[in-house]
T-cell receptor
Framework: AQTVTQSQPEMSVQEAETVTLSCTYDTSESDYYLFWYKQPPSRQMILVIRQEAYKQQNATENRFSVNFQKAAKSFSLKISDSQLGDAAMYFC????????????FGTGTLLAVQP | EAGVTQSPTHLIKTRGQQATLRCSPISGHTSVYWYQQALGLGLQFLLWYDEGEERNRGNFPPRFSGRQFPNYSSELNVNALELEDSALYLC?????????????????FGPGTRLTVL
């Protein structure tokens, strides 16, 4: 069975600094998607970034980028120039290709941004 | 474009009662997913509906059921409520795409329904 592990329950970063959130996963599949979702206090889950496993190039969305290491089964999220609005719970998620289509989530990392 | 909507925002029930939660997907999305976010248990996949059919089910008892209507909106029903059913229930929707390696696009989430069972 696939699993997603986020080993950092809480992280803190100063405004304008850079922070990296860690995620590792376990799967025997070769084709899959990886995602980072953000859940602010409003509870709305917001898609931050996605990575297709078959793509070697790391995904980037403005201040958000990932470091995808397929062999190591690692998928970290880097937030550059952190802003107060980045404070939220961040979830790493995995989805395999195929009929199940379900997202498997990690336990989340609570990110605090200090002014 | 309107996002995924869920109703009600909060729902308070007593043990043994039934709860009905509703979800409207983003226009053009045919798939609806239900997830449970319970304290200490994280986000767990419940159900996936597409084109009116149940496509996949998570590891939950039959008390959890649902359906998808012709307009692609969905209902989640929880019968014989238990205290441990208290959680945030999130609905997500996705769009079927053609020509991609995988036929379903990423999932977009609604704001959730907070169910409290007393």
């Amino acid at each position: 069975a696939q699993t997603v592990t986020q080993s950092q329950p809480e992280m803190s970063v100063q405004e304008a600094e850079t922070v990296t959130l860690s995620c590792t996963y376990d799967t025997s599949e070769s084709d899959y998607y990886l995602f980072w979702y953000k859940q602010p206090p409003s509870r709305q889950m917001i898609l931050v970034i996605r990575q297709e496993a078959y793509k070697q190039q790391n995904a980037t969305e403005n201040r958000f980028s990932v470091n995808f290491q397929k062999a190591a089964k690692s998928f970290s999220l880097k937030i550059s120039d952190s802003q107060l609005g980045d404070a939220a719970m961040y979830f790493c998620a995995y989805r395999r290709y195929g009929a199940t289509n379900k997202l498997i989530f990690g336990t989340g990392t609570l990110l605090a941004v200090q002014p | 474009e309107a996002g995924v909507t869920q109703s009600p925002t909060h729902l308070i029930k007593t043990r043994g009662q039934q709860a009905t939660l509703r979800c409207s997907p983003i226009s053009g999305h045919t798939s609806v997913y239900w997830y449970q976010q319970a304290l200490g248990l994280g986000l767990q996949f419940l159900l996936w509906y597409d084109e009116g059919e149940e496509r996949n089910r998570g590891n939950f008892p039959p008390r959890f059921s649902g359906r998808q209507f012709p307009n692609y909106s969905s209902e989640l029903n929880v019968n014989a409520l238990e205290l441990e059913d208290s959680a945030l229930y999130l609905c997500a929707s996705s769009q079927r795409v053609t020509g991609a390696p995988f036929p379903y696009n990423e999932q977009f989430f609604g704001p959730g329904t907070r169910l409290t069972v007393l």
